[in-house]
């Protein structure tokens, strides 16, 4: 089984700020990779795919980066509706989500 | 505008089954893979089943083998997880989403980024 791990958690930033998440999946995914944004009491929403994709729609602000086994998912200039938890997910080998990042407001 | 609208939770008791439901619709179901995906309360994201698009390839996380099992109707462009054995640490949201829809040379990923989910149903598993 693949396992993924995200750093930090929680992050607080404040508003403007570059806020940058690290993901690690314990072997080699290629770009399989994918970025997910959710708020609370809602469902996920794909930001991000294939490591660097941006979903048609989402924010430029939204970034990543990576291949192999270590990705990074970048908000340039964080806003007051990015605060949400982020998740990667790998799915060269099923499926497997990382724990998530909470991101709030300084 | 695409809608997933699931159905089907509940409160159950350990050991007993529920079947879920999840309606589609505003795309053509029968081209995209479909996936479950839970979350207990107040924890992360797990992934429990994936299913392509015309059954041919269906999936299941470990520790849902054996008990869970998915399936799809694409005449009626719904899909379904049918969950038996269950346990209290089955207790969560359960979502339904779709996959991007991700092909390549005619063949499709089997299993692909989902960017389309349902609000998800509460599944309670308690005596």
């Known amino acids: 089984d693949i396992q993924m791990t995200q750093s930090p958690s929680p992050l607080s930033a404040s508003v403007g700020d570059r806020v940058t998440i690290t993901c690690q999946a314990s072997?080699?995914?290629?770009?399989?990779l994918n970025w997910y944004q959710q708020k609370p009491g809602k469902a996920p929403k794909l930001l991000i795919y294939?490591?660097?994709n941006l979903v048609t729609g989402v924010p430029s602000r939204f970034s990543g980066s990576g291949s192999g086994t270590d990705f990074t998912f970048t908000i340039s200039s964080l806003q007051p509706e990015d605060i949400a938890t982020y998740y990667c997910?790998?799915?060269?080998?099923?499926?497997?989500f990382g724990p998530g990042t909470k991101v709030d407001i300084k | 505008e695409v809608q997933l609208v699931e159905s089907g939770g509940g409160l159950v008791k350990p050991g007993g089954s529920l079947r879920l439901s999840c309606a589609a619709s505003?795309?053509?179901?029968?081209?995209?893979?479909m996936n479950w995906v839970r979350q207990a309360p107040g924890k992360g994201l797990e992934w429990v089943s994936s299913?392509?698009?015309?059954?041919?390839?269906?999936y299941y996380a470990d520790s849902m083998k054996g008990r869970f099992t998915i399936s799809r109707d694409n005449a009626k462009n719904s899909l379904y997880l049918q969950m038996n054995s269950l346990r209290a640490e089955d207790t969560a949201v359960y979502f339904c989403?779709?996959?991007?829809?991700?092909?390549?040379?005619?063949?499709?990923?089997?299993?692909?980024?989902?960017?389309?989910w349902g609000q998800g149903t509460l599944v309670t598993v308690s005596s």
């Open positions: 989403a779709r996959g991007l829809g991700l092909c390549s040379g005619g063949s499709c990923y089997p299993i692909q980024p989902m960017n389309y």
């Open positions: 505003g795309f053509t179901f029968s081209s995209y893979n």
């Open positions: 299913i392509n698009s015309d059954s041919t390839y269906i």
């Open positions: 072997q080699d995914i290629s770009n399989y």
């Open positions: 294939d490591a660097s």
């Open positions: 997910q790998q799915y060269d080998n099923l499926i497997t």
